[in-house]
């Protein structure tokens, strides 16, 4: 399923490039800053959240929770897996630098697509690697109101 918006007449798809456009649209400085330097981080980790966050978790993701049956091949489930917990590793990293969020002390639209694989990533059936400072963003995501319904799907 691919997300869709309509604002009056104008339709568009993929749901990163909805979060950017309604950023933009409606007011949305807070979470998308104008200044080039400081949106520019906000955009890297929105497209490494598309680009290799979400690749490395699909084939688990559609063996353990979709239970597809084109996707139960043990080896490559155990790579998919190993491969998940290194990526969420490197958002580890980055969390631990900046002790908050993942483009810095504030929350951005960055947090909203990668909030949503971190909320993935504990609720699929698998051994997860002690990440304290991705579950430390998590509980702190939790806090949001918005997070705790949708993000988590409405599950404290």
């Excluded at 139960?72 to 631990?96: D, F, H, K, V, Y």
């Excluded at 951005?108 to 997860?128: C, F, K, M, Q």
């Amino acid at each position: 399923m691919i997300p869709v918006i309509q604002d009056d007449d104008f339709v568009m798809w993929e749901s990163n490039a909805i979060l950017r456009y309604l950023a933009n649209a409606k007011d949305g400085a807070w979470l998308y800053p104008q200044d080039p330097r400081s949106r520019a981080p906000v955009d890297q980790w929105i497209d490494w959240q598309a680009t290799e966050l979400n690749p490395s978790w699909r084939y688990a993701f559609m063996s353990l929770v979709r239970q597809s049956p084109a996707h139960q091949e043990p080896q490559l489930l155990a790579e998919s897996c190993a491969l998940w917990s290194r990526t969420m590793g490197i958002l580890n990293q980055q969390l631990e630098r900046t002790g908050h969020y993942v483009a810095g002390q504030a929350f951005t639209l960055a947090d909203i697509p990668i909030g949503l694989s971190v909320n993935r990533w504990y609720e699929t059936p698998l051994e997860h690697t002690d990440y304290p400072a991705v579950r430390a963003y998590y509980e702190r995501l939790s806090e949001r109101a918005g997070y705790l319904a949708w993000g988590r799907n409405g599950t404290p």
